[in-house]
RNA sequence: GCCCGAGUGGCGGAAUGGCAGACGCGACGGACUCAAAAUCCGUUGUCCGAAAGGGCGUGUGGGUUCGAAUCCCACCUCGGGCACCA
């Protein structure tokens, strides 16, 4: 760092005053001597973390997790430190409350970001993520987390990756029942074929041969190879999973173009779990934010299915609108709908053709821009209403999306601005079903816009349904899918945008599929022995890339090239067999779906989760509830990706019996960023924010001018601060407090680095409070606490209690900071209420708690002591001061016991001089008195 | 366009219906020092005023209320997410 710091021990400082050096070699004591005394085990309910004579069953549990951290060579940024610093803040604060403390910290080591690195260093990845998270865990150890070591975990680890895929041959070994909604074991399925309770849906089961139940039963399995459209990503030689895509259709990674391709690849029915994805964020303590985020990724959306007849047969679309079939004027069919070649017409066919080549050979993502002018092409073919037996037109265009609904829609012109603007451009006709309320009348010729929502419905009836009665959509649709169900026209049916879950990558840094594939190419589950299925050693794990534009390339696992690991010889019950292995792996996500759960029983053997240990830290605590981590701590930018992958896994796994909390999460909180000012030269590059000089109100890099923004701290705007060099300057305890006091912790805060001194000044004053600068020996007062100063103290417990139990950092600082500068200016700590102040501490910055409580003649840690009470009867003093206001201006004040009625309250406020004076002879029309608070005049 | 969230001193922020600006940075004045740094003490929303005191003040405009930074309506600005999803 370039900043200064504060000065070094020179002759003329104190040699005990606490400054950067003092509280380095404070915290390098006691992060040595918690690891020594192994202060943060947790002891377990049962298993090999069991420990019957320190688990107290007894103590409320607190499961406390960060998202853990990808161990890139960069080592930890500055917003690591911010969450890991809330989260042992509340994990400290939990144990001082009497709680049974779950607080570890573990590396998702697998995915593309350690497999880049290895790629650049040219090593393997197994030994840069390891020598990386060797680093991480010095940097982590730094920062004084009272982390359980026992309990840390690395994604990559063949004791932790075994479980991953175990876990996975549960999805594939699942089926989800639609009856029950749930996922149940494949056996089970079997059964229900086998007993007739429940057909087959390729053919008679009793009939079929091995080969077709086999067929059978994977169409139904959780997770299930599949052709299928999917995200090719050719720059980096891998496919990737919708969430994985940006909007202009880029990977989130590397930013290189992605391609529609079908490919044979793992897919998981993410889809199948979408209502309860949804309906379960209703029982979960998250921020409106996020849950509507995850609402809509899922994108459900109610509606009808509608079917028209043509002269290829039936055509079914989706509508969120059936109301409005009255007004369907015309259909779109996507250009890749399987209908649209026999619905072509001889004399349209050249001209749909080459509107169905040009689509296919625009992105999915350059279609999806609504900037665009609404193209298509008619088809030559018409379609009947059902409603109305109208023959309407059947026209292709590419604002239909295959992927969506049927792939088909009515066009409703006068109700969807879409279909408004595509019947505009082609001059189809506009037939009003609404008479809109906004008074622009039924003629659509002079209508500028669609019209959306109640209205009274005209030309909306038939024989059999008449809406024009009808006044709002609800009903309009209510009645008008009634009546389609009714006449076998169709159907109330909910659609979601939810994809089902690409889960196969062709890179080397992940975890192999404990899948291969007998001579039929049909998948085999490996048995449980066989598991890990190890990733095998190579120096070839780079994967292969591709010109990034190339979008017919095809991908090529590293795995692959091993055709000694491919190849295996195996019986999985029908006698010893030759099988071939997958030789894709899983992504980046696999490891984190689960990885709290491992936190649990990190060393079991026997299963990835002892459940009298999985129900002790996350089972529900209620019947109803959900369960799950009692508060996760992260960023945002995994609103939909880790979070929605996460939340499926572990209702597998519910279902299934293996836990008995149905969410993993129970209460989120999503941390801000850590911002800094960033600075751009003339061309746009960013320059070095650390060689920026502020001059004449403005900013100058080498002499040039160079303009200031602000944006999130990193390697990228060249405005990162490293936590190491703050610690080095100030120490840990003081970066903790810093990270904290910026502001909530859920606000984006820009770093300052000349603010940091402040909350350093705060730790060296509360130390020369208690500690003789000169001696290093206490120096307490001896007299014991005033009234005054125990309810200053009183008032400090009570609100430094509710702002940690709310995870107010910020201002649970600020109050310690005003009591210790009550402290001060009495000249330093009674020695009555020292052990107090330094307990209130010990949460925030621990370092130098801990060598306070020793000082003050204790000889063990301060971490499982009691959090002092607030005495209710310190809260209050014997007098109130009221403000008085008149008319709502504060012009006087007076003082009344605190148990003065309202009437003697007002007797005082009238009498004030400054009162009398400012009401200057005017009756008072209304005097009101709040008790406690103030009282105000109305003249 | 739609859905969230936020606008308060020079700066980060506090106050979620009851004294706006806690706490911190910075700035200014003072102590210590040969001096500087560090440290300590004091002042610090803004305008008028020598002071006492007073006016104004939480993005803008309106509303509810005895009382609004806080609640409601409309608008402006910024940040985030989604976006031809039928």
Redesign the pocket.
Known sequence: MSE?G??SP?T??PPH?Y?GALAQDIEARWQDRWDAQGTFATPNPTGPLADPARFDASKPRAFILDMFPYPSGAGLHMGHPLGFTATDMYARYQRLTGHNVLYTMGFDAFGLPAEQYAVQTGQHPAVTTNQNIANIRAQLRRLGLSHDPRRSVSTTDPQYYRWTQWIFLQIFNSWFDPDTKKARPIDQLVAEFDAGTRSATTGDWAAMSPAQRREELDAWRLAYVSDAPVNWCPGLGTVVAN?EV??DGRSDRGNFPVFKRNMRQWMMRITTYADRLIDDLDTLDW????K??QR??I?R?E?ATVHFDSPSGRIT??????DTLFGATFM?L?PEHPLVDSLTTPAQASEVAAYRTKAAAED??Q?????????GVFTGSFATNPLNGEEIPVWI????????????????PCG????F??ARAFGLPIVAIQEPTDGRGTDTRTWADAFVGDAPYVHSANDSLDLNAVTSVAEGTRRTSEWLAAHGHGEATV???LRDWLFSRQRYWGEPFPIVYDADENPRALPDEMLPVLLPDTDQFSPRTFDPDDAMSNPESPLDRLEDWVWVEADLGDGVRRYRRDTNVMPQWAGSCWYEMRYVDPTNEQCFVDPINERYWMGPAQPGESGGVDLYVGG??H??LHLLYARFWHKVLFDLGHVSSFEPFHRLFNQ?YVLAAAYQDERGMYVDAFEVEQRDGGYVFEGRPVIREYGKMGKSLKNAVSPDDVCATYGADTLRL?LM????L?????W?S?????????L??LW?NLVDEDTGETRLLAESAGIETLRVLHRTIAGVRD?LDHL?F??A???L??F??HL??LGGCPADIADALVIMLSPLAPHVAEELWAKLGHTDTVTYETFPVADPAMLVADT????V?I?????G?VTVATDADADTVQAAAMADD?VQ??LAGATPK?I?V?PG??????A
């Open positions: 200064p504060p000065a020179t003329d400082t005053r400054a969430e940006t909007a921020t409106d934010a996020i509507a985020m809509n990724w994108g959306s509606g679309v989706f509508t969120t609108r059936p779109v996507a999915d993502f279609r999806q821009n609504d900037t665009r002018d609404k193209t265009a590419d604002y239909v999306l295959m992927g969506y609904g049927t792939g088909a829609i009515m066009a409703v969807d601005q879409r279909d603007d595509f659609t979601y945008k945002v930018e609103a939909v801000g810093y006091s910026m502001g909530p859920d606000a984006s805060r820009p300052e000349k603010d940091v001194i402040g909350v350093h000044r705060f060296q004053r020369r702002d107010r910020n201002t600082i600020a109050k900071i005003e210790n500068n001060t200016k109130v001061e009221y403000p206001q008319n709502g201006k504060v012009r004040r400054k004076s400012a209304k009101i709040v608070r103030m009282v105000n005049i109305v």
